[in-house]
């Protein structure tokens, strides 16, 4: 079973920068894809960003394209999220997830992806 954990989250101004991590454990070998949600307070989830070892691919909301970069480290078992020119609506809990099914198209779905982290803060606010 692979277990999960975020860390990097916590207080930015605006314009700033945080790196998040995601830590797997367990049997990693074996996963499609995992994918950074973030949901902020009365808001649905949303789908930020992907790594796909299934299809080499790497994807990115348009809210976040060309600020966030999505990055894995092999040998650690860590998926990172860079996140620059932080806004106040980037204002979330960040969650990384797993799936072992195909998510090409449809790697923003939140119901395909069968396991997650417990989350980690991220506040922007000056």
């Known amino acids: 079973q692979v277990q999960l954990v975020e860390s990097g989250g916590g207080l930015v101004q605006p314009g700033g920068s945080l790196r998040l991590s995601c830590a797997a454990s367990?049997?990693?070998?074996?996963?499609?894809?995992i994918t950074w949600f973030r949901q902020a307070p009365g808001k649905e989830n949303e789908g930020v960003s992907c790594?796909?070892?299934?299809?080499?691919?790497?994807y990115h909301a348009d809210s976040v394209k060309g600020r966030f970069t999505i990055s894995q480290d092999n040998a650690e078992n860590t998926v990172y999220l860079q996140m620059d020119g932080l806004k106040s609506d980037d204002t979330a809990v960040y969650y990384c997830?797993?799936?072992?099914?195909?998510?090409?198209?449809?790697?923003?779905?939140?119901?395909?992806?069968?396991?997650w982290g417990q989350g980690t803060q991220v506040i922007v606010s000056s």
């Open positions: 997830a797993e799936t072992r099914q195909n998510v090409e198209g449809t790697w923003y779905y939140d119901e395909l992806y069968s396991i």
């Open positions: 790594i796909s070892n299934g299809d080499g691919m790497l």
């Open positions: 367990g049997d990693t070998l074996d996963y499609y894809a």
